[in-house]
Nanobody
Framework: QVLLVESGGGLVQAGGSLNLSCTAS????????MGWYRQAPENQRELVAT???????NYGNTCWGRCTISRDNVKNTIDLQMSGLKPEDTNVYYC?????????????????WGQGTQVTVSS
């Protein structure tokens, strides 16, 4: 089991910046990729950014060029630095961790989600 706790959301004016943090605890040694997602229509979650355990990053269209994701494997945290925020960035942002564990000949993967942190951008 992995527990994810997010922090750093809040209210910011358009054009401002926010830093979201996510701390993992529990079976952290099994975590591979981590990332940030936000709520999308029809109960989906859209990609904001992900980062592998080796630091490879991937950004979605939602925050391209305005966000930077980073990871500290010692502290088991990821951060998302967002700048140039727009009212349309208002959303609940969720931290996600993917775990992978070998049991015998089988690789088991699981997704864990944080509770979400609200980001509100005023115009």
């Amino acid at each position: 089991q992995v527990l994810l706790v997010e922090s750093g959301g809040g209210l910011v004016q358009a054009g401002g910046s926010l830093n979201l943090s996510c701390t993992a605890s529990g079976n952290v040694f099994s975590i591979t990729d981590m990332g940030w997602y936000r709520q999308a229509p029809e109960n989906q979650r859209e990609l904001v950014a992900t980062i592998s355990s080796r630091g490879s990053t991937n950004y979605g269209n939602t925050c391209w060029g305005r966000c930077t994701i980073s990871r500290d494997n010692v502290k088991n945290t990821i951060d998302l630095q967002m700048s140039g925020l727009k009212p349309e960035d208002t959303n609940v942002y969720y931290c996600k961790a993917v775990t992978a564990q070998n049991k015998g000949w089988t690789l088991y993967k699981n997704d864990y989600w944080g509770q979400g942190t609200q980001v509100t951008v005023s115009s």
